[in-house]
């Protein structure tokens, strides 16, 4: 539950900030891009970084619960933006889905850790007055915080937006990259460090629920900002969002094997990421070997990686049945 509210909220801070501001300055492809970018990233790159590490352990609930979430937000995201635009009206559903999901699974964890916590309750005093003791001090904190995210939002839009006309490339492309990458940096600290620290579901639930709360929050809070909705690119639609679907599915049944991400899923996870950002790269610069690299991908990388995936699966559950019987 940590790693899905408070780390996830936090880490997903600069992702809200900087599309916030986007939006609200008429620049709906860079916070659109960021919100998909940044899903990508995060499962792709932070969990595959992650489990090359130490192999990462999954909670039932997270498969239970909150990939299915993941996916179902996505497809969401996709079935809102088919028409070209992504409105206040649908921005205000995001929000809304995103404030009853919190409620429940802080609901879900008071209820969990309830007897834990009368158990222990003299322990749970005195830490409390330790914690009201550093109140004036976090609150500090956060409020520099935010005023530095303010900046610095600012101050990385523009940078991009300079990038881009440097590079003669279209804005969507930094937003999915560099901006995406960029305010991705405290989802890769946390995880990666989680991870060291042995606190493996930490590292997994903080990339599920970062991915959550960019579609429910960030991109719903956009599109409230922004003055006419945030547009979506054609292009958008037919690439990266299916890739985004795509990813957030995969989860499921590398999760399901053993409730653990092993190190060679990692690898997996992280030569996909690398695979996606060549073929943006490609794409963009229109360069002549972009047909051979598809040809690559379609006819032999994507299905060895369903076969191998499907023969994983297949023997988990054979090893589950064999188990019950």
Excluded at 103 to 118: L, P, R, T
Excluded at 164 to 174: E, Y
Excluded at 231 to 257: N, Q, R
């Amino acid at each position: 539950v940590i790693g899905l509210t408070v780390v996830s909220f936090g880490t997903s801070s600069p992702e809200l900030a900087i599309s916030i501001f986007s939006a609200a300055t008429g620049k709906p492809d860079i916070a659109l891009g960021n919100v998909v970018g940044s899903n990508i990233f995060n499962v792709l790159f932070i969990l595959g970084a992650s489990a090359i590490i130490v192999p990462l352990l999954v909670s039932q609930q997270l498969v239970r619960l909150d990939v299915p979430l993941m996916i179902g937000v996505s497809l969401l995201m996709v079935i809102m933006g088919y028409d070209g635009n992504i409105g206040r009206i649908e921005g205000l559903l995001l929000v809304g889905i995103g404030l009853a999901y919190t409620i429940f699974i802080i609901k879900k964890s008071y209820q969990d850790n309830k007897a834990a916590n009368n158990e222990g309750s003299e322990q749970t005093s005195e830490s409390k007055s330790i914690e009201n003791g550093n109140l004036p001090v976090n609150l500090g904190f956060i409020i520099v915080g935010l005023i530095m995210l303010v900046f610095g939002s600012r101050f990385l839009v523009d940078s991009a937006i300079s990038i881009a006309g440097a590079m003669g490339v279209s804005q969507l492309i930094i937003g999915l990259t560099i901006i995406a990458a960029g305010t991705s940096l405290p989802e890769v600290a946390t995880s990666i460090m989680a991870s060291i620290r042995g606190e493996r579901d930490i590292a997994v639930g903080n990339v599920v629920g970062s991915n959550i709360f960019n579609i429910l929050f960030v991109l719903g809070l956009s599109s409230i900002v922004a003055p006419n909705g945030l547009s979506v690119a054609p292009s958008i639609m037919g690439f990266d969002l299916p890739v985004m679907i795509a990813v957030a599915i995969a989860c499921l049944p590398i999760f399901f094997t053993g409730n653990l991400i092993a190190r060679w899923e990692g690898f997996v996870f992280l030569g996909y990421y690398v695979a996606y950002t060549l073929y943006l790269i490609l794409d963009a610069s229109e360069h002549d070997s972009l047909p051979v690299f598809n040809n690559i991908m379609a006819l032999f990388v994507i299905p060895l990686t369903v076969l191998t995936i499907a023969i994983v699966v297949a023997r988990e559950i054979h090893r589950n049945h064999f188990r019950v019987n």
